[in-house]
Nanobody, 130 residues
Framework: QVQLVESGGGLVQPGGSLRLSCAAS????????MSWVRQAPGKGLEWVSA????????RYADSVKGRFTISRDNAKITLYLQMNSLKPEDTAVYYC???????????????????????RGQGTQVTVSS
């Protein structure tokens, strides 16, 4: 079965850290670019971060740059999102997503394609509150 399963969410105080994981099954994770997206209560989807299939290229939304780190372990078929210095505005359901084709072209990141994924997990809740 082709699926993505997120884990690692929870309740954390402002300034704290969490590491989200995304386990892939039914396909070869190492062949695909991946992203994390999130949805805060009452708001639309927001793209958070992307990583290319080899794990060399990464990109971040301005709202998380310098605080979040995306990585992948293709041997363990798992995608990660390390989140540090968390803020209340980071509260959201976090989803990992897979792309059917590369969102990098000639080394350039195609920001317009970040929501053109073909598979997304069920999400994990992150709540940042004191």
């Amino acid at each position: 079965q082709v699926q993505l399963v997120e884990s690692g969410g929870g309740l954390v105080q402002p300034g704290g850290s969490l590491r989200l994981s995304c386990a892939a099954s039914g396909f070869t994770l190492s062949a695909f670019d991946m992203s994390w997206v999130r949805q805060a209560p009452g708001k639309g989807l927001e793209w958070v971060s992307a990583i290319n299939s080899g794990g060399v290229n990464t990109r971040y939304a301005d709202s998380v740059k310098g605080r979040f780190t995306i990585s992948r372990d293709n041997a363990k078929i798992t995608l990660y999102l390390q989140m540090n210095s968390l803020k209340p505005e980071d509260t959201a359901v976090y989803y990992c997503a897979k792309y059917p084709y590369s969102i990098w072209s000639g080394g350039l990141f195609r920001r317009s394609m970040v929501f053109q994924y073909d598979l997304r997990g069920q999400g994990t809740q992150v709540t940042v509150s004191s």
